[in-house]
């Protein structure tokens, strides 16, 4: 057997990267696949396929060189790609389903490769319902401050007192010291319960009304009083 060292030899490397990364159904998944050729000949007729992911509808494919053909696998003739040069092919998808989404790429050429190990690629990418990927949002209305987070539950709070309703004890008026002086549950703010200011003086603040600090002074008088008529007019 004879070993030809001189044939001509292109090591082709193929990475692939992903974004976003997880991803929601509905939404675009873009998949930017780098083909590498480490040498030492130039690679020739460089044939590169992608198989997109299960449920996933194809969007557009481009290439850097060369031209792509098909939706499900993908086929791209890259023509040649010199010793130490790159050829970048961008393949857009849009996931339909949740789970996880896998991409698999492979890359030829009609010369040999020294290390075919690095001649494939996958991408794995969790995808999302809608309802619980992107970001968080922010909104102030007219009626109170509302946050909101796309991936979970939201958070309301009516009066504006940074307390949220589930917890504020009187939700249609600002009360952010949650003050209770009954402890029936019901903030002092909108407790109809409670004497009203004119009535109660410094009520709601933890100082009781003036009438009520002298009811038993008057009790009292009222008793002595009661008993000096006693002993003057009963024998």
Same mark, same amino acid.
């Given at each position: 057997?004879?070993?030809?060292?001189?044939?001509?030899?292109?090591? !082709?490397?193929?990475?692939?990267a992903?974004?976003?990364?997880?991803?929601?159904?509905?939404g675009?998944?873009?998949?930017?696949?780098?083909?590498?050729?480490?040498?030492?000949s130039?690679?020739?007729?460089? =044939?590169?396929?992608?198989?997109?992911?299960?449920?996933?509808?194809?969007?557009?494919?481009?290439?850097?060189?060369?031209?792509c053909?098909?939706?499900?696998?993908?086929?791209?003739?890259?023509?040649?790609?010199? %010793?130490?040069?790159?050829?970048?092919?961008?393949?857009?998808?849009?996931?339909?389903?949740?789970?996880?989404?896998t991409?698999t790429? %492979?890359? %030829?050429?009609? $010369?040999?490769?020294?290390?075919?190990?690095?001649? %494939?690629?996958?991408?794995?990418? =969790?995808?999302?319902?809608?309802?619980? +990927?992107?970001? *968080?949002?922010?909104?102030?209305?007219?009626?109170?401050? $509302?946050?909101?987070?796309?991936?979970?539950?939201?958070?309301? @709070?009516?009066?504006?007192?940074?307390? $949220? @309703?589930?917890?504020d *004890?009187?939700?249609?008026?600002?009360?952010?010291d949650?003050?209770? $002086?009954?402890?029936?549950?019901? +903030? @002092?703010?909108? @407790?109809?319960?409670?004497?009203?200011?004119?009535?109660?003086? !410094?009520?709601?603040?933890?100082?009781?009304?003036?009438?009520?600090?002298?009811?038993? !002074?008057?009790?009292?008088?009222?008793?002595?009083?009661r008993?000096?008529?006693?002993?003057?007019?009963v024998?």
């Amino acid at each position: 057997r004879v070993l030809r060292y001189d044939a001509a030899r292109a090591d !082709l490397i193929v990475t692939v990267a992903v974004a976003p990364d997880p991803a929601t159904v509905g939404g675009n998944l873009t998949y930017t696949i780098t083909v590498t050729n480490a040498g030492p000949s130039a690679a020739t007729n460089v =044939t590169l396929t992608d198989t997109l992911p299960a449920g996933a509808t194809f969007v557009s494919t481009t290439a850097s060189q060369g031209a792509c053909n098909g939706s499900g696998p993908v086929t791209c003739a890259l023509a040649t790609i010199a %010793s130490g040069a790159s050829v970048t092919v961008t393949v857009i998808v849009t996931p339909t389903q949740t789970g996880t989404a896998t991409m698999t790429i %492979s890359v %030829s050429a009609s $010369e040999i490769d020294p290390n075919a190990g690095n001649n %494939s690629a996958t991408a794995a990418t =969790t995808v999302n319902d809608a309802g619980t +990927g992107g970001g *968080n949002e922010n909104s102030n209305s007219a009626g109170g401050n $509302e946050n909101s987070n796309n991936g979970g539950n939201a958070i309301t @709070d009516t009066d504006g007192d940074g307390v $949220e @309703d589930a917890l504020d *004890n009187c939700v249609d008026v600002a009360n952010p010291d949650q003050a209770d $002086e009954n402890a029936d549950g019901i +903030g @002092d703010a909108c @407790d109809d319960s409670l004497p009203t200011p004119a009535a109660c003086g !410094l009520c709601g603040s933890g100082v009781v009304s003036m009438s009520a600090a002298l009811m038993p !002074l008057l009790l009292i008088h009222r008793m002595g009083s009661r008993r000096r008529y006693v002993a003057k007019h009963v024998t």
